[in-house]
């Protein structure tokens, strides 16, 4: 069964100080892993898809990077405005279905 | 502007009580979705539409019904049968099924 775990539950960061988000995930052949943005009482905002390992996507202060086990979400100095819940999800080849994570929490505090 | 929308945002239901959430896009997807959103659990898949008047059951379409007679409409039901619908639900769509999903921006629906 593909799962998907992300880390940590929760983030808070100051303005401008620099981190990181976890998703770690095991599935039977990667087809893609995505990364949305949610904010509080509003649907999924799409960010990036990775489809294989070495592979790199930026958005502004965001940037995504996939390894074989895991992918990570940069945030370079955020601001307030990126605090939000940030999902990743996995899709395996040739079964289409996508699994989410929990999804991280993040609040920038000014 | 091509995007997703759902109607209502919120919706309230009386035990018993049948009630349909509705979704349309214009973006000439021929995928479908629809997921419910709990508190500590990621997206889970009630229903998808790979293209007009076919449609899959996903992990939890018990106490669910959709159709899907348009390319831009797909329509949820939730019907008396769901022991627990209190839940936020997003409809999503994709050129087709396996590519990026898209989301709408949800309904609340809550029972009373």
């Known amino acids: 069964e593909d799962q998907v775990t992300q880390s940590p539950e929760a983030l808070r960061l100051q303005e401008g100080e620099s981190s990181s988000l976890n998703c770690s995930y095991t599935v039977s052949g990667l087809r893609g892993l995505f990364w949305y943005r949610q904010d509080p009482g509003k649907g999924p905002e799409f960010l990036f898809t990775?489809?294989?390992a070495g592979e790199e996507k930026e958005k502004e202060r965001l940037k995504a990077t996939l390894t074989k086990k895991e992918s990570f979400l940069h945030i370079t100095a955020p601001k307030p405005e990126d605090s939000a819940t940030y999902l990743c999800a996995v899709q395996a080849r040739g079964y289409q279905k996508v699994t989410f994570g929990i999804g991280t929490k993040l609040q920038v505090i000014p | 502007d091509g995007g997703i929308t759902q109607s209502p945002k919120y919706l309230f239901r009386k035990e018993g009580q049948n009630v349909t959430l509705s979704c349309e896009q214009n973006l000439n997807h021929d995928a479908m979705y629809w997921y419910r959103q709990d508190p500590g659990q990621g997206l889970r898949l009630i229903y998808y539409s790979q293209i007009v008047n076919d449609f899959q059951k996903g992990d939890i379409a018990e106490g669910y019904s959709v159709s899907r007679e348009k390319k831009e409409s797909f329509p949820l039901t939730v019907t008396s049968a769901q022991k627990n619908p209190t839940a936020f639900y997003l409809c999503?769509?994709?050129?087709?099924?396996?590519?990026?999903?898209?989301f709408g921006p949800g309904t609340r629906l809550t029972v009373l």
């Open positions: 999503a769509s994709s050129i087709e099924r396996g590519d990026t999903q898209y």
């Open positions: 990775l489809y294989s």
